[in-house]
């Protein structure tokens, strides 16, 4: 390799080095900083209610996307298309989308699809369309599942259960 050439490639990755973005802070007003306690409590109730009329329509959604086509071929291929990370040139892991399909996703796709009885299990491949449809619908029914408990918050009373409560649904949040 020439000198020109070496120099020019060295040259290309400084560029490349100094175009990558730093860490960007931004401060963002908490929504619920100027609400009391019963207004959040109140406006958590109403996001419950709301995600459980949801989570009971898009369940239905889902399994009529999964009885409409072969399941074991859905099933291999939310798992080939959402769950490999790759690698970059660098030998660093590629980070997946964060709000996209993940492994308790495709559980999720499984346990409704051993509903289905054998008499109806059909044998068509998914089509692009439904397949994305069911990835879409999959990803709103974990969150409207998560987010239906909210409405339990009217159930609190102790003062000790206004303490737990919090905690127990954030630490339910990271254990999906």
Do not use: W
Not at 143 to 157: E, G, H, K, S
Request: charged share 30%; with cysteine.
């Amino acid at each position: 390799m020439s000198r020109k050439s070496k120099k020019r490639r060295k040259g290309k990755l400084k560029k490349r080095k100094l175009r990558l973005p730093g860490a960007r802070l931004y401060e963002i007003p908490h929504p619920f900083a100027n609400l009391s306690q019963a207004e959040r409590i109140s406006a958590a109730v109403r996001i419950g209610e709301t995600k459980k009329a949801e989570f009971e329509t898009l369940l239905k959604k889902v399994q009529n996307l999964l009885s409409g086509f072969d399941v074991l071929q859905v099933l291999s291929q939310l798992a080939y298309y959402s769950l490999p990370v790759g690698v970059s040139k660098e030998g660093e892991f590629q980070s997946r989308e964060e709000n996209g399909i993940n492994q308790a996703h495709i559980e999720i796709a499984q346990a409704l699809s051993l509903r289905i009885p054998v008499s109806e299990l059909q044998f068509e491949p998914p089509h692009p369309n439904s397949f994305q449809e069911l990835s879409d619908a999959l990803i709103g029914l974990c969150d409207a599942f998560d987010l239906q408990r909210l409405a339990q918050a009217q159930n609190v009373q102790t003062e000790e259960e206004k303490h737990r409560f919090p905690i127990q649904e954030q630490v339910r949040s990271y254990t999906r």
